[in-house]
């Protein structure tokens, strides 16, 4: 499939409480919008409106970012609205949104700490000393059976 440069995502902000939002929002369309997103400043109490009407083209990882942009002007303080968003889009977005909850809320697992050296030579040594001593065991005992 052939890319065309129409197809990127793309972001504007024409006033400080409005946010242009167009193009393809797909993981081939969203090359240098780490840049752009972070170039959006908004101020902390006022109204925000972000403009999804033009955006031509979701995918998860176009959600991810948007909704990782819609969190982090809230956490800056701004009322986001998100309006003319597509309904199939909006229910890709709020399933992203879900599942980041969700994630966020999920216990962390540390990794398990990798066995020492010495941990594990004596594990193999363990391993060896059982297939040597078994077998020796076995002779053992049939010598005593046969006498």
Same mark, same amino acid.
């Given at each position: ?21 167009? /193009? ?52 800056? /303080? ?70």
């Amino acid at each position: 499939m052939k890319m065309q440069s129409d197809e990127s995502a793309a972001i504007s902000q024409p006033a400080p409480s409005e946010l242009v939002m167009s /193009g393809f929002w797909t993981a081939f369309g969203l090359h240098g919008m780490s840049g752009l997103i972070n170039a959006v400043q908004v101020s902390s109490g006022k109204a925000v409106i972000a403009d999804g009407s033009d955006i031509r083209a979701l995918d998860t990882a176009g959600a991810w970012l948007l909704q990782k942009l819609l969190q982090r002007l809230r956490e800056q /303080g701004a009322v986001v609205t998100l309006q003319g968003l597509q309904p199939k889009f909006l229910r890709l977005l709020k399933a992203v949104a879900d599942e980041a909850t969700a994630l966020s809320k999920a216990p962390v697992r540390t990794p398990s700490p990798q066995p020492s050296v010495l941990a594990r030579v004596s594990r193999t040594i363990d391993g060896v000393s059982e297939h040597i001593i078994a077998p020796l065991g076995f002779v053992g005992e049939s010598a005593v059976a046969l006498l």
